[in-house]
């Protein structure tokens, strides 16, 4: 079952979107804290909290929530790799994290990994709780 704080975090994802870019865009969702939408499709083997795909503006926004229960095991690193990679495919293509505060550091070291792992060059599509990732 889904937490109250994952739902609060995935809200947060969410509102993170002005109304104008969310009227031009197909939005699916995976979480109890917005229902009415369609769950998302599997991106490299993971399916993300919140898929944005902007018709406009060719943006697109892949949109994830992260506990301090769920951000320190395998599977984290590995969705975290698999969005990176699948983001890099593309010029418009953001990934937003939004997570406990004291989550920040331990996702800012997995950031650090998967870039090293995946020989990436510095991120400049990942955001964590708003903040570009540097």
Do not use: W
Request: glycine residues 2%.
């Amino acid at each position: 079952m889904e937490s109250r704080k994952h739902q609060e975090l995935c809200r947060r994802v969410f509102s993170r979107f002005s109304k104008r870019f969310l009227q031009n865009s197909s939005i699916f969702a995976q979480t109890l804290a917005l229902p009415s939408f369609y769950p998302p499709q599997p991106i490299n083997g993971y399916i993300p909290d919140i898929l944005i795909l902007n018709k406009t503006s060719t943006k697109s926004i892949i949109g994830e929530a992260k506990t301090e229960k769920d951000i320190n095991n395998p599977h984290t690193a590995d969705q975290l790799e698999a969005y990176l990679s699948f983001s890099y495919g593309f010029k418009n293509f953001k990934v937003f994290y939004e997570v406990e505060i004291v989550c920040v550091s331990l996702l800012r070291h997995l950031f650090y990994k998967a870039r090293i792992s995946r020989n990436l060059p510095v991120l400049r599509n990942v955001f964590i709780n708003g903040v570009l990732f540097k």
